[in-house]
Structure formats: structure tokens, C-alpha cells
């Protein structure tokens, strides 16, 4: 089936430090999208992407479709401690799926030093 | 903000038990779904409704699971005899269209013991 590899596991960084993460896939999505998961909470959506190529950009994230769509990445700008949590991609679609399934990657777990 | 409810928040049961996941999706959404997460694993798919059937599921969901929509508000997964291996926390999640976005709830922790 559809697996997503989403890489680093974690990160440990200073606060006012960026951020990049990413997701690929061995399969085409149709659809990526970036949650957020605080400890005992649903996944948050951050970001959605929809079209090969695009970029889109919530305060200080961004986020990139990739070309090929296997792969999308995730950019946190100047971090801040709030931005702590697990970040996860999803990808949607692609090949006979049409049920707005999602698949999840492994996360990524980021820690900010104030 | 609209949001999606679920209730409870934590369910512990009895190997053997039945337990019935209960959620609110978002009003106006048509596509309806749960996850499972296990503890420090990722989220995964476990079924899609919409139109009141089962749009898709996956190998976790066996006989064991059901789904339903009793009224026009109400979302509910039920487990008919729990597993040790069925501890998880429940994600109820539902979407407007099959490619849109789709809202998570909390999540229901449910343990088996």
C-alpha cells in the first residue's frame, strides 16, 4: 500500500531558528496536507496543497507541493515555543482512492529551546 | 469555528466488552471517517463513510468493527468485542468533499484492559 517516509524524526532547535521537514512517497498524491498534534489532542491542519508545484504559506509556514507529487515539505520560519509538537504530512488520493483517505507519515517531533 | 466532537474522552473496558465511539462532525460536512493512533505511532486509517455506507476500509477494520449515523448529527464507531491490541486513541475526523480538507476531533482514548 501507499507509505510516506517523513523525515527528520525529531529536531532540537533554538528559538528564533527555521525549520524544514519533509515528506516522500513512492506513490503520486493528489493531495498533501500538514497537521499539528499537541500531546493528547487531534491532528491540527496547517496547511493543504492541492496542485503539482504550488506553494502556500500560513504565517510563518510554508509549504511546497512537490513536482513529481511524491513529495512535499513543510517550513517553519524564526520558531517560536509554541511551536512545539508533532508535526505530521498526509497524503490523499492517487491511484484508485477516492474516499478522501488519509496516510499519514511517521511525524516529526520538534522541540524549541527559549 | 466549527469543530468536530467527540465524547468520551477516555473509555476503559474490559477485554471482551462492547464500546461505542461516539461524534459530532461538522454540520454541513459529508464525508465522515475514524483513525486510530497507537501510542507514539501514526495516525492510521481506519474506515470512510459517506452517503450512508462505507466508502472504504482497511484491514484493521474487521468484523470485530462497525459504523453508523443513527440521526443526521450523531457518527458512531463501535468495537463489539475489544482486544487488548484495540488501546488506542479514536480520531472521529470529517471533510466536505472526498479531496478537501478534513477536521479532526480530540480523540477518544480508549483502553483495553
Known amino acids: 500500500g501507499q507509505q510516506l517516509n517523513q523525515s527528520p524524526q525529531s529536531m532540537f532547535i533554538q528559538e528564533g531558528e527555521d525549520v524544514s521537514m519533509n515528506c516522500t512517497s513512492s506513490s503520486i498524491f493528489n493531495t498533501w496536507l500538514w497537521y499539528k498534534q499537541d500531546p493528547g489532542e487531534g491532528p491540527v491542519l496547517l496547511i493543504a496543497l492541492y496542485k503539482a508545484g504550488e506553494l502556500t504559506s500560513n504565517g510563518r509556514l510554508t509549504a511546497q507541493f512537490g513536482i513529481t507529487r511524491k513529495d512535499s515539505f513543510l517550513n517553519i520560519s524564526a520558531s517560536i515555543p509554541s511551536d512545539v509538537g508533532i508535526y505530521f504530512c498526509a497524503g490523499q488520493g492517487g491511484g484508485s482512492s477516492n474516499t478522501g483517505k488519509l496516510i499519514f507519515g511517521q511525524g516529526t517531533t520538534l522541540q524549541v529551546k527559549p | 469555528e466549527p469543530e468536530v466532537t467527540q465524547t468520551p474522552s477516555h473509555q476503559v473496558t474490559q477485554m471482551g466488552q462492547e464500546v461505542i465511539l461516539r461524534c459530532v462532525p461538522i454540520s454541513n460536512h459529508l464525508y465522515f471517517y475514524w483513525y486510530r493512533q497507537i501510542l507514539g505511532q501514526k495516525v492510521e486509517f481506519l474506515v470512510s463513510?459517506?452517503?450512508?455506507?462505507?466508502?472504504?476500509k482497511s484491514e484493521i477494520f474487521d468484523d470485530q468493527f462497525s459504523v453508523e449515523r443513527p440521526d443526521g448529527s450523531n457518527f458512531t464507531l463501535k468495537i463489539r468485542s475489544t482486544k487488548l491490541e484495540d488501546s488506542a486513541m479514536y480520531f472521529c475526523a470529517s471533510s466536505g468533499q472526498g479531496y478537501e480538507k478534513l477536521f479532526f476531533g480530540s480523540g477518544t482514548q480508549l483502553s483495553v484492559l
Open positions: 463513510f459517506y452517503n450512508n455506507e462505507i466508502s472504504e
